[in-house]
């Protein structure tokens, strides 16, 4: 299984694992480096002692024995040194040596060289080659005479050893108990620091369609986990509050759809008892019931479409002012029986770019509303304003009973002021509906309420033909 907690896992044991591992040979190897230079530092110390007790006497190089010096080099000791001329004849040989001797290298410098030599009882010993300058008697000195000799000086290597393998026991075993200990306590941690996380998951876990008002519980969560409780808890009120829309949109569909449907009913069971009451009106009430029916199916499906972006947009040139004129001359009956004036302040020169249809829907609606709704004797005014190469079209009237809180529910589907009161034709579909063919068309649709009692719907970010051939980047 692929989870955060084993790839952490994995990937800490593996980088502590790499860490350990390069620790413990950087110890080992350091701790090696610095036992040889100590080791190599006595050698030369022991060498400088040995090269004192050289001198040049009558063009003869002689080595001075002194009792206290070559305790150190005693038989079967650990400590070795010979002393060769420069053509391999020897001038001095440690007891501790036997019959033995060391190998004779000239070097080519005064700088040491060292090598490891295995006597032939096993013994290992160390070993440094020095080339050296005895010192001269003044008045043994000849001109110009500077005889060399080399000094081959050694040194059982066991303690050394010993002490190296010491280290690598030590360090091996350091590093055995951390691979055990790593994984254990590796787990440990991540389990307790990963809780949090295994918490979220738990009460995510218990929400679902029938529990969207639980929310995720912030306390204790580390920084980390805060922003993802907070989306999620914005999410549960988003998916709570669409799931209580759609359950009152079925709830208004259904209260929608039985009043014409209990009327019906009724006509046809009154038809069926009593035939000789079918008459020409009866059937034009089936027929208006029918279409109204149909109305609100096909509000329902257009509204559905629109929301999910299905509608097809053709764009092309209109007049607005001959375009929202004609819309405005099928209402004319209405609009004289309700004493109503339109009053139009668009410029007859203007030309917006848009689906017609789509547009025609949108102004549609916004006009029935008003011709609808409005006061008698009440003003309309549709408006087209044209500033910073963006149109913005308007439409108000007088709306003295709605308030602002009324305002901010207007474009919910279903919602209407008042119900009795409102024409039958109205259903609380149509500014849903608008609402949603304007975002198709990319164009912004809000409702206000002014000082004056006024509801102005404004539908911005109209385009003209100078903004098609002119785009404002």
């Known amino acids: 299984m692929n989870t955060i907690r084993k790839r952490l896992s994995f990937n800490l044991l593996l980088a502590i694992g790499a860490i350990t591992l390069a620790t413990g040979i950087i110890v080992y190897f350091w701790s090696k480096s610095s036992l040889e230079n100590l080791f190599n530092t006595r050698l030369l110390s022991n060498a400088d002692t040995l090269i004192n007790l050289t001198e040049v006497d009558k063009s003869r190089i002689e080595f001075e024995y002194e009792n206290e010096i070559m305790h150190n080099y005693r038989t079967n000791g ?97 590093g055995a108990l951390l691979f ?64 209580e829309h759609e359950r009152r949109f079925s709830s208004y569909v259904a209260h929608e759809l039985r009043t014409p449907i209990a009327e019906l009913r009724a006509i046809a069971e009154l038809i069926i008892q009593y ?34 972006a299905e509608l097809q947009i053709n764009t092309e040139e209109i007049n607005p002012l001959q375009f929202i004129s004609n819309i405005c001359q099928n209402y004319e009956k209405k609009i004289k029986r309700r004493n109503l004036s339109i009053n139009l302040k668009i410029p007859p020169d203007l030309t917006l770019v848009a689906d017609s249809t789509l547009f025609k829907s949108i102004i549609t609606n916004l006009i029935e509303n008003a011709v609808d709704y409005a006061p008698e004797r009440d003003e309309i005014t549709i408006e087209i304003n044209s500033e910073n190469s963006a149109s913005t079209f308007k439409i108000s009237n007088t ?61 911005s970010n109209l385009k003209t033909v100078a903004d098609e051939l002119h785009p404002v980047s």
Do not use: M
């Open 78 to 174: 650990s400590e070795f040194f010979e002393i060769y001329q420069t053509n391999e004849k020897i001038i001095a040989h440690s007891p501790s040596l036997g019959n033995l001797h060391l190998p004779f290298i000239l070097p080519d410098s005064n700088e040491p060289i060292y090598n490891n030599l295995k006597l032939p009882d096993g013994r290992i010993i160390k070993t440094a080659t020095i080339r050296y300058s005895p010192r001269y008697e003044d008045s043994n000195r000849k001109n110009n005479e500077n005889l060399e000799a080399v000094l081959v000086i050694g040194s059982d290597r066991k303690q050394l050893d010993n002490s190296l393998a010491a280290i690598k026991l030590v360090v091996i075993g350091c």
């Open 180 to 243: 055990i200990a790593i994984p254990i306590l590796v787990n440990f941690i991540i389990k307790r620091e990963l809780k949090p996380l295994q918490q979220l998951a738990d009460q995510t876990s218990k929400i679902n369609v029938n529990t969207l008002n639980l929310r995720i519980t912030a306390n204790n969560l580390p920084d980390e986990l805060l922003p993802i409780a907070t989306r999620l808890n914005e999410s549960l009120a988003r998916l709570e509050q669409s799931f």
């Open 275 to 308: 035939p000789d009451t079918q008459t020409t009106e009866t059937d034009r009430d089936i027929l208006n019931i029918a279409l109204h029916l149909e109305s609100i199916i096909q509000k329902l499906l257009t509204l559905s479409r629109a929301e999910r």
């Open 399 to 459: 709306a003295r009973d709605l308030t602002q809180k009324d305002i901010d529910h207007l474009f919910d589907r279903f919602w209407r002021k008042d119900t009795v009161r409102s024409p039958s034709s109205h259903i609380g579909l149509g500014l849903p509906l608008t609402l949603s063919i304007a975002r198709i068309l990319g164009l912004e649709l809000s409702a206000s309420l002014n000082s004056n009692s006024k509801i102005v719907f404004t539908l």
